[in-house]
């Protein structure tokens, strides 16, 4: 299999340290060793989190199972909820709140678009929900939504609030306990940049209570969340098998974050997020997202004539650079590039320029070079923070 770098919104590139941790012999689900690291991992998370107080989780399966156990464990049937939907994920959100008979007020926002605090306020001061979620980075659209407004909002009004950072836990800043969150909701294979396969979240000491007091018992065994405290609180509980390398993984892939420090690691994917938007500025492509609520995880842009595929096609041919296509009604309309985890001034440099060529071959006026010159600022910054002991 020919090696890519991968620029898409997940997976993305591992670390050898990552690879070779799942490399190794295979280890009893119920070993010493694996409680121990399935421990360690917790408390990374926790880190990760920037949190004393929350309560991580640590689950099998992608992002979705993550989003639905937190659905089926805190809103019961005819729980009225809100869901501020900026993009096909957070539509995700109403889809399964439906599936569990949730009382669902769907606020749709335009297209590339915030969620606007104004708007918000409005309608929880209209009305009493159980829950608003919201999503951090909203990768179809690229946009990243104003998290700490929100749930100030939420918490004013009484509604929980529940927050899909799947594309920013480890990238985006957030700090779970300052910020008053009461469900992130992230995955292993975004900004943390180990393998698929996981999902992590964090609670907060409210939303457990309000697991612990529901009226009717939550109607899931393996997304049930007050089960699977138990494993938390005492890894050698038995609930089901996890997936115990994917977890050796991850440890070594949060080691390498505390490592680089998560302080650290926010600003070097910001200047990441720099460097592409003046790049690809330059190129004078239309930004999907608008100003000011750009991700620096993920970036999206319009293609002419709906090309989108041949262009990705193209970079993955000539340069091995793998970028994706938009999801769904703009799979043919837009491009985005993921830039998250392991990814250093020397790949951003080297997709600049690919991206230059392949665009200039589509028909676009550009000069070749022009990219890197004005991205140059942001990479000579970002080359004084990288950390040297990751490939």
Known sequence: MVQELLLIPGPTNLSVRVLNALNQPQVSHMSPEFYEYFGECLQLIKYVFRTQKGHPYLLTGSGSLGMEAAIV????????????????????????????????????????????????????SKDNFKAVFMTHVETSATVMNPIRELTKLAKRYGAL?????????GGEELNFDSEGYDVVITCSQKCLAAPPGLTILCLSDRALEVMQNRKVPIRSYYANLLRWKKVMDDPTYYLATPAVN?????????????????????????????AFRAGLESMKVEFIAEENYRADTVTGFYTRDEKAPEIQAMLRKRFRIHIAKGLY????????????????????????SALEITLKAFGRDIKLGEANKVAQPYLEKLSTIEPQNVV
């Open 161 to 169: 609030s529940i927050v899909d950072s799947i594309c920013g836990v």
């Open 329 to 352: 009604e703009n799979k043919n309309k837009i491009l985005r590039i993921g830039h998250f985890g392991n990814l250093w001034s020397k790949d951003i440099a080297a997709t600049l």
């Open 246 to 274: 994917l977890v050796l993984a991850l440890r070594e892939a949060l080691l390498e974050i505390k490592e680089e420090g998560i302080e650290r690691r926010w600003a070097r994917h910001k200047l990441i997020g720099e």
């Open 73 to 124: 464990s805190l809103i019961e049937p005819k729980d009225k909820v809100l869901i501020l939907n900026t993009g096909d994920f957070g539509y995700r959100f109403a889809i399964i709140c439906e599936a569990h008979e949730a009382n669902v007020q769907i606020e749709n926002f335009e297209f590339g678009k915030h969620a606007n605090v104004d708007r918000v306020k409005e309608i929880l």
